[in-house]
């Protein structure tokens, strides 16, 4: 049917055809779709629920969980209360920085108010001494939150999908075939600490530590599954089906000091203790700034002092946000080389510089 001039706009606007959308191209179109078709995904996306195994002992309120801790991490970070994330949420497509109360930061409903409080007690509320426990309980903590975000991630994206074919627009299902690929891995991953938890058995991690001899200003906690060790060497294969090999990392200051504590499961000792040595053999200059280069391409779980970000001054903070949106085209020219051994390459920003000198 011919829409005349005069007649109402189809897109519901109101206006009459010839003063909304008579000239507009198929661009504009399609922008408009995509920007309407992410309107409430945050929101709609969500998902409540309590990853913890023992069902039997869930209560009904899933709260917001920390994937940092609040009191203990966040508060020496925190400047008034607030802190700066590098967030990949935060922007439909390019990755941004945003500023977010403490107690909001690193959030995730994942957990019953139960075992929120229950499960993670050994670092809540007792000091960090590096004990198997405490260093199992921040992976597992790590792993449950990437869980719950690849979960919600597919939720979001399969409802973008729905909202674009609404509008008459086919999308590729590639990505989302990704996010199921992943969704999986995980799943298997979390069905070995799950077990673990309930039987006590921290073996199932191992882990290096690298204790930093002042407190930092930033904090991260990850998983990633990276393509080549340091030396070159191929650890994933992303071409293939088989499930990635997961690393966690979960960097933070403590009483005094700070951690950078690396940790893997166990089954992969063969190639993360290999990983792991490579950095650790790095001079302490080059070991801070693979960091520095490699935290803001490979996660969105960056939480950085306000204090530090503003010393830095908006042509840092501009380089570091471009760096971490360049992720895609680091990891195909990655592929692309085959993997080469790290080499040092400064960043004019420091995450590692200590909190008396800001």
Same mark, same amino acid.
């Not at 399609?30 to 945050?42: S, V």
């Not at 449950?144 to 939720?155: I, L, N, P, R, V």
């Not at 280069?293 to 779980?301: G, I």
């Given at each position: 049917m011919k829409i005349g001039r005069n007649d109402p706009c189809p897109c519901g606007s109101g206006k009459k055809y010839k003063k909304c959308c008579l000239n507009k191209s198929?661009?504009?179109?399609? =922008?408009?779709?995509?920007?309407? #078709?992410?309107?409430?995904?945050?929101?709609?996306?969500?998902?409540k629920q309590c990853l913890h195994p023992n069902k039997d002992e869930c209560t009904d309120k899933i709260v917001k969980a920390h994937a940092i801790q609040n009191n203990r991490i966040l508060t020496k970070i925190a400047e008034n209360g607030w802190v700066k994330t590098l967030n990949g949420t935060s922007n439909l497509i390019f990755q941004s920085s945003q500023e977010q109360g403490r107690k909001i930061a690193t959030t995730f409903t994942g957990f019953c108010s139960y075992h929120d409080k229950k499960v993670f007690q050994a670092i809540e509320d007792q000091p960090f001494t590096a004990t198997a426990k405490q260093i199992f309980l921040f992976t597992?903590?790590?792993? =449950?939150? !990437?869980?719950?975000?690849?979960?919600?991630? !597919? @939720?979001?994206?399969?409802?973008f999908h729905k909202n674009m074919a609404a509008k008459g627009y086919s999308s590729s299902s590639e990505f989302i075939d990704a996010l199921v690929l992943g969704i999986n891995d995980n799943k298997v991953k979390k069905s070995l600490f799950d077990t673990a938890l309930l039987k006590d058995d921290f073996s199932l991690i191992n882990y290096c530590i690298w204790e930093i001899p002042y407190e930092i200003s930033f904090a991260v906690s990850m998983q990633y599954e990276p393509t080549f060790d340091l030396a070159g060497n191929q650890i994933n294969d992303y071409e293939h089906d088989e499930i990635l090999k997961s690393i966690y990392l979960n960097v933070f200051p403590a009483d005094g000091k700070s951690y950078c504590i690396w940790s893997w499961l166990a089954n992969d000792d063969a190639i993360f203790k290999s990983y792991t040595n490579q950095f650790?053999? +790095?001079?302490? $200059?080059?070991?801070?700034?693979?960091?520095?280069? @490699?935290?803001? *391409?490979?996660?969105? $779980? +960056?939480?950085? $002092?306000? *204090?530090?970000?503003?010393?830095?001054?908006?042509?840092?903070?501009? #380089?570091?946000? =471009? !760096?971490?949106?360049?992720?895609?085209?680091?990891? =195909?020219?990655e592929l692309e080389h085959g993997g080469q051994p790290y080499q040092y390459m400064d960043t004019p920003w420091d995450l590692f510089e200590p909190i008396q000198n800001i």
């Open positions: 198929e661009i504009q179109f399609l =922008a408009e779709a995509a920007f309407d #078709a992410q309107k409430n995904l945050k929101r709609d996306g969500q998902i597992y903590r790590t792993m =449950a939150w !990437h869980y719950h975000k690849k979960e919600e991630q !597919h @939720k979001r994206t399969e409802l650790m053999e +790095l001079p302490l $200059s080059d070991r801070k700034n693979f960091l520095n280069n @490699k935290l803001p *391409v490979w996660t969105d $779980s +960056l939480v950085i $002092s306000p *204090v530090l970000w503003k010393k830095w001054g908006k042509p840092v903070q501009e #380089a570091l946000i =471009a !760096h971490a949106n360049f992720d895609k085209l680091y990891f =195909a020219m």
